[in-house]
């Protein structure tokens, strides 16, 4: 999989950065999980700290799009990035234990 990035925005009020890019791949669209390990070790930032926000591909390409953000601190991407309901769910049934 090869990652180019097309835009690289700082934002200092969500502590994060906002990236546009582009990435080619061999077989079918990488999933989150991997373009997320991916990402992370091609920016030097940790897996915890990066989102990919989507994934866009066209029928049959081997070239998609993406959006992904980078925080500052784990803790920051905990209170900005919106949790999964399986996730939350989880949570709440562990705080209620």
Do not use: C, H, W
């Amino acid at each position: 999989m090869d990652i180019k990035i097309n835009s690289k925005k700082q934002n200092k009020l969500l502590f994060r950065t906002e990236l546009e890019g582009e990435l080619v791949f061999d077989k079918s669209t990488p999933s989150y999980t991997e373009l997320t390990k991916e990402l992370a070790s091609k920016l030097g930032a940790s897996e915890d700290v990066t989102v990919i926000k989507n994934i866009k591909t066209s029928f049959g390409s081997t070239n998609a799009r993406f959006l992904a953000n980078v925080y500052d601190t784990k803790e920051n991407k905990e209170k900005i990035e919106p949790k999964k309901k399986e996730k939350a769910a989880a949570e709440a049934a562990k705080a209620a234990a």
